[in-house]
């Protein structure tokens, strides 16, 4: 159950896993998977997705473009997020990361949540149905989404000050809210560009084409690339700067820029409609939509993306009240943010996607059994492949930060207080990824509906946390107790939906899974007493400069990766195995 501040990443019935640079991919593959041959730890990745036909060519070649246009994206979009720290520091940084969740989060609750639950499915089956494969459908559909959107846009702009007063707290100062609001004015039609994008993407994996949904965003990341450094050769950087020195021209640049780096993603996709054959013809008919019947289907995840935007706001709120006087606030909450998602998303959305489809499969046709040993491989696989990444975090989590973040307005004492968060994650790497793997058990099972009801407790404890931890902890630490209150609410989520599992398919291997746990876990502290002993022995220590942090990342990364291979070889983790050839194969290919 997601605790990120951009954007759900669970937001439709086959999730919508957030890039590193904002990208969303619209995921529709719901076709049944074969069986697996052998003691192959995951079924065949070539399931041909559903939505019309091949148009867009064989599956291999769309996961290879799918894969290359993700490993880009990704790449580009974290240098993007660098780039932004560097300009704007710390402080102002806050102010502008702030403003840019915004519409994310608004774009959530009016589309995002019902996008891949709700229109995908519906947009697959028309185009099935219908004679002439849901084309007019789809027109009136996009029509609407244009109108809507367009509306709903305007009416968020002009509350922007309301907004972002929601967004601050009692100690967060009024020039600095202030610059939020500014921000917030030019970055919030976001909104209105985001959904056209998420719609387009839509269009064209319904039909068959994955090429420009995955590299779209590319466009996107080098505006705002482009953008910053345009920022600095005009006015440098903002080191030293307070709220009321960004001045109008400022302010516009890079919100501007921003503004424009999305509407050039969304301009990217419209090619590739003609591509694939769509005319969009303005049919404006929003009655024979059957809106009722998306009503209807899309309440329980309206429920579910809300509860999880409630505590956005939260720990927005929280963290804009620590901004400034060398404090890890929202910028650097985010950024730890991203680099935990960054792990996830390549190690624990590839297995989930594999084995998504089989477990669709097995859960049809009634054979829970199968589906109980799906999920237990995928957690132990996961746990496996993402449990030297945590131990990294771990004891490397300041010297990484320096090296991918100081420089510019972003000073030592910013990337030091960003490490310091970024050890706290390193205990919500794994978490995370075993409660998205449950949740992927119960889209598989049609559980929408449960997976809301989890959330709910799940989200109730995390903004609980939140504020205790607020109280409890100095403003130095906020960000790290946030993502200290997410961590425990990812295992919160695992424990209860294991629990419902359960009872709802029968017996899940626990034992089996936790004594597999139980050598991953040996294997990743031995890892972990490698890396601490290699860090006493290199230069730097505790507080390394930009060239022995790099040394310590690389030295010390490798080292820990070794030990721990090494270490789980020699206690037959078996899942090491399966891992390295599950990555071997992707590289091959």
Not at 560 to 569: D, E, K, Q, S, W
């Amino acid at each position: 159950m997601n605790g990120g501040l951009y954007r759900s990443a669970h937001a439709g019935s086959e999730g919508a896993p957030q890039q590193s640079d904002g990208a969303m991919l619209i995921s529709v593959d719901d076709a049944p998977g074969t069986t697996a041959a052998g003691d192959q730890a995951l079924p065949p990745e070539d399931v041909p997705p559903t939505g019309g036909g091949t148009e867009g060519g064989s599956t291999a070649g769309n996961s290879a473009i799918m894969a290359a246009g993700s490993l880009v994206s990704r790449v580009i979009g974290f240098v993007r997020n660098m780039l932004i720290g560097m300009t704007l520091g710390a402080g102002i940084g806050d102010a502008y990361t702030s403003a840019q969740f915004l519409p994310g989060q608004i774009y959530e609750l009016l589309l995002g949540g019902i996008l891949s639950s709700v229109l995908i499915p519906l947009l697959v089956r028309r185009r099935k149905a219908d004679p002439d494969g849901g084309e007019l459908f789809t027109q009136r559909l996009l029509t609407f989404a244009v109108v809507t959107l367009g509306a709903a846009t305007l009416l968020v702009v002009a509350a922007a000050p309301w907004i972002t007063a929601i967004q601050s707290s009692s100690g967060t100062p009024e020039a600095y809210r202030d610059l939020v609001t500014k921000f917030a004015y030019l970055i919030l039609p976001i909104i209105f560009f985001t959904g056209l994008s998420a719609m387009i993407s839509a269009v064209l994996n319904v039909r068959g084409h994955f090429a420009a949904p995955m590299w779209a965003p590319i466009l996107n990341n080098l505006v705002v690339i482009a953008t910053c450094g345009v920022f600095i050769v005009v006015f440098g950087t903002t080191n030293g700067f307070r709220p009321e020195d960004m001045t109008p021209g400022r302010v516009a640049l890079i919100a501007g820029g921003t503004l424009l780096g999305i509407v050039a993603q969304a301009a990217g996709l419209l090619p590739a409609l003609r591509k694939v054959g769509f005319a969009w013809r303005w049919k404006w008919a929003p009655r024979a939509l059957g809106l009722g019947e998306v009503g209807r289907l899309a309440g329980w995840m309206l429920c579910y993306v809300g509860a999880n935007q409630l505590a956005v706001f939260v720990v927005v709120r929280v963290l804009n009240g620590v901004s400034g006087k060398n404090n890890a606030s929202v910028l650097a909450f985010n950024n730890v943010y991203l680099l935990t998602m960054m792990a996830h998303g390549i190690i624990g959305v590839s297995v989930m996607t594999a084995l998504l489809p089989k477990m669709s499969a097995a859960a049809a046709e009634g054979r829970f059994a199968d589906v109980s040993a799906d999920l237990s491989r995928g957690i132990r696989l996961t746990t496996t492949a993402l449990a030297p990444i945590a131990v990294a975090y771990g004891v490397l989590g300041v010297p990484i930060a320096v090296t991918l973040f100081q420089g510019g307005a972003f000073t030592y004492q910013d990337a030091f207080n960003t490490g310091t968060v970024l050890v706290v994650a390193s205990f919500a790497v794994i978490p995370l990824s075993i409660s998205y793997l449950c949740t992927y058990a119960f889209y598989a099972l049609q559980g929408n509906k449960t997976v809301a009801l989890i959330n709910i407790p799940v989200v109730l404890l995390r903004i609980a946390g939140y504020f205790v931890l607020a109280e409890i902890l100095s403003d130095s630490f906020a960000a790290a107790g946030m993502t200290a209150a997410n961590a425990v609410s990812y295992l919160l989520s695992a424990v209860i939906s294991l629990a419902v599992l359960r009872r709802r398919i029968g017996r899940l291997n626990l034992g089996s899974v936790a004594k597999g746990l139980m050598k991953v876990l040996v294997a990743a502290a031995v890892a972990a007493g490698a890396g601490l002993l290699v860090m006493l022995l290199l230069p730097g220590g505790d507080t390394p400069g930009r060239l022995t942090a790099a040394l310590q990342v690389v030295v010390g990364g490798g080292v820990i990766m070794l030990v721990y291979l090494l270490t789980a070889a020699l206690l037959r983790v078996h899942e090491v195995n399966q891992v390295v050839g599950m990555v071997r194969r992707k590289l091959g290919r």
